[in-house]
């Protein structure tokens, strides 16, 4: 599906946290979110899966518009992978996992033959077949976060939003995880810290400042030392890896020179 995001702004107590953002995800296609703690992207995101009506604008799939779709309808095509939530869920991994399905069943209905296989199949591409009894709650944050791009993935959506989805992932998991995401060839809009998975992961890399989109494109010509200096206050050189061709940050860790 098309993700179309027109004009959206979120205006909260007199401040634009999202401001005047335009932009179009294409079938298939997987975008980065980038910028600094703050930047809008989290509020972004939430536009999209419905968390968060938009002050100004409009998000569509597929040209239709999120909020004017039943929550079901809405259910069916897109799933949300959220920064870890609180465990106040007194569930297994599996019941977690199984949650995906409630949208394409109708209510009381129980989990057939079909639900369970593709639960099983989420929970062992997670990594996950061997937690599937544990309660959620006893879960580290690494796991829990399995968990929830496992639901996602129980969904079968066509559309994917993530937000920091590698957070506290191990580099191994990090690294499974986005393939993952990128081999199910699902629309995705993933924010992501690691502008090194990013690159290597994502067709586009949307960066984000102070609620406004700053650089839109494709890692190569997003990733530069004057935008990672602008927007970052980091002093970086990007090279091109000799064998991926990937587009790498690396930060001259030193002195402070830019933060005055
Ligand atoms: P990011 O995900 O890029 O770190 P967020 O979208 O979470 O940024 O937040 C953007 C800005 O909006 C931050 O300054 C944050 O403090 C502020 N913010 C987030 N939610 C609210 C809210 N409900 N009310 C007021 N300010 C908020
Ligand atoms: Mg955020």
Redesign the pocket.
């Known amino acids: 599906m098309t993700v179309t995001v027109e004009d959206v702004s979120v205006r909260?107590?007199g401040r634009d946290?999202v401001h005047r953002v335009s932009l179009e995800v294409a079938e298939g296609e997987m975008l980065a979110l980038a910028?600094p703690?703050?930047?809008?992207?989290?509020?972004l995101l939430r536009t999209l899966y419905r968390a968060r009506r938009p002050t100004g604008g409009r998000v569509l799939l597929d040209g239709e518009d999120v909020w004017r779709m039943p929550a079901r309808r809405l259910a069916r095509r897109l799933a949300a992978v959220l920064q870890e939530s609180g465990g106040d869920f007194e569930l297994s991994v599996y019941d977690v996992v199984a949650m995906g399905r409630t949208p394409h069943k109708r209510a009381f209905d129980g989990d057939d033959a079909t639900d369970r296989a593709i639960v099983a199949d989420a929970l062992e591409r997670l990594d996950l077949a061997g937690l599937a009894y544990a309660p959620f709650d006893r879960l580290s944050g690494g796991e829990k976060q399995r968990a929830l791009i496992a639901r996602a993935l129980a969904q079968r959506p066509a559309t994917m939003v993530l937000d920091e989805p590698t957070n506290h992932l191990d580099l191994r998991h990090q690294l499974d995880a986005l393939n993952l995401v990128r081999g199910l060839g699902v629309t995705a809009v993933v924010?992501l810290h690691d502008l090194n998975m990013a690159a290597a992961f994502c067709d586009r890399v949307c960066v984000?400042d102070a609620g406004r989109v700053v650089a839109l494109g494709t890692p190569a010509d997003v990733l530069t030392p004057a935008l990672l200096a602008e927007v970052y206050r980091v002093d970086a050189e990007v090279a091109i890896h000799p064998e991926t061709g990937v587009p790498q940050v690396s930060l001259r860790t030193g002195g402070s020179r830019l933060t005055n």
């Open positions: 909260v107590g946290l910028g703690n703050g930047a809008g992207k989290s509020t924010a984000m």
